[in-house]
């Protein structure tokens, strides 16, 4: 079973940028697709953005059109969320996931969770 590690959270002032990164331990052929999801304390787990396994077409979740992007790496199974402008409200812990269906947003969609990384967005 694949196992997903995600790296590159931390602490960042309003305005900043973080990349997270998600290594998969081998190449999920029975996957169609790889999530970003995130989940603020209290809050449920929502999705943020979702790639093909190829890296060729990509979703972001309307409310960080814009100020998020994710791309795969094409000579690794390494996944990343580029995140610009951050909010506050972009506090969360970020988890990747990987999903059979190609245009999954909802989490019971998704396994193979990764433990995520914490993101904190100060003022």
């Known amino acids: 079973q694949v196992q997903l590690v995600e790296s590159g959270g931390g602490l960042v002032q309003a305005g900043g940028s973080l990349r997270l990164s998600c290594a998969a331990s081998?190449?999920?052929?029975?996957?169609?697709?790889m999530g970003w999801f995130r989940q603020a304390p209290g809050k449920e787990r929502e999705f943020v953005a979702r790639?093909?396994?190829?890296?060729?077409?990509?979703w972001i979740a309307d409310s960080i059109q814009g100020r998020f992007t994710i791309s795969k790496d094409s000579n690794k199974n390494t996944f990343y969320l580029q995140m610009n402008s951050l909010k506050l409200e972009n506090t969360a812990l970020y988890y990747c996931?990987?999903?059979?269906?190609?245009?999954?947003?909802?989490?019971?969609?998704?396994?193979?969770w990764g433990q995520g990384t914490q993101v904190t967005v100060s003022s």
């Open positions: 996931a990987t999903t059979r269906l190609p245009l999954a947003t909802m989490k019971y969609q998704y396994k193979n």
């Open positions: 081998e190449p999920t052929f029975s996957a169609s697709a």
């Open positions: 790639i093909n396994w190829s890296g060729t077409y990509s």
